[in-house]
């Protein structure tokens, strides 16, 4: 079966990095995206990755390892606004999404 | 330039009533998807739509289904209600094969009583 795990619930403080892990087994890649949820909102497009290695954009920045299924976000000099769910999700052979329960952050001052 | 449309933003049905939801995609996209994502959980992919045709569909019962204009605009049917099929749907749009593209509507929240 196809498969993403991702921790259910994290906690940092404004100003520090956290990262955010994800793991999948999927019938095929075809890349991995992160997406930024805040409650009762739709879910916003922050990185994609289908080559190993890290992409960086401002804050955030991504990492994937193929061969390990593995990929991580990394967010920087967190900020309150940053409080929200993080989900990520793969894209398998049918370039269908298969997504993770995402990952709720929780900022403290 | 609009974004993603979706209509209403929020409806309550009861067990086995019908509903339909309707999606206007990002303007210039002709690919539209519909997501259902229950209370913590993640999008689960129900159908796609691409020149009118349902081109993908996960693992959903025959009681969803869909439609797309010439428009691409695009509604989702559920029939037979029941109190599980409660959850946020959510519509995306991009272009055909470019899922990097794909922009989210708001959502519609549905509450089935």
């Known amino acids: 079966g196809q498969n993403i795990d991702q921790p259910t619930e994290m906690t940092a403080t404004e100003g520090a990095i956290v990262q955010i892990n994800c793991t999948y087994q999927?019938?095929?890649?075809?890349?991995l995206f992160w997406y930024q949820q805040h409650a009762g909102e739709a879910p916003t497009f922050l990185s994609y990755?289908?080559l190993d290695g890290l992409e960086e954009k401002g804050r955030f920045s991504s990492f994937l390892s193929r061969s390990k299924g593995y990929s991580y976000l990394l967010l920087k000099e967190l900020q309150m606004k940053d409080s929200a769910s993080y989900l990520c999700?793969?894209?398998?052979?049918?370039?269908?999404?298969?997504w993770g329960a995402g990952t709720k952050l929780i900022i403290k001052p | 330039d609009a974004g993603v449309t979706q209509s209403p933003t929020h409806l309550i049905k009861t067990r086995g009533q019908q509903v339909t939801l309707r999606c206007s995609p990002k303007?210039?996209?002709?690919?539209v998807s519909w997501y259902q994502q229950a209370l913590g959980q993640g999008p689960q992919f129900i159908f796609q739509?691409?020149?009118?045709?349902?081109?993908q569909r996960g693992n959903f019962p025959d009681r969803f289904s869909g439609h797309q204009f010439p428009n691409y605009s695009s509604e989702l049917n559920v029939n037979a209600l029941l109190l599980g099929d409660s959850a946020l749907y959510l519509c995306?749009?991009?272009?055909?094969?470019?899922?990097?593209?794909?922009?989210f509507g708001p959502g519609t929240r549905l509450t089935v009583l």
């Open positions: 995306a749009s991009s272009l055909m094969g470019d899922l990097r593209e794909q922009f």
């Open positions: 303007s210039g996209h002709d690919t």
């Open positions: 739509y691409y020149e009118e045709e349902e081109r």
């Open positions: 999927t019938s095929g890649f075809n890349g």
């Open positions: 990755n289908v």
């Open positions: 999700a793969v894209s398998d052979s049918n370039y269908q999404l298969i």
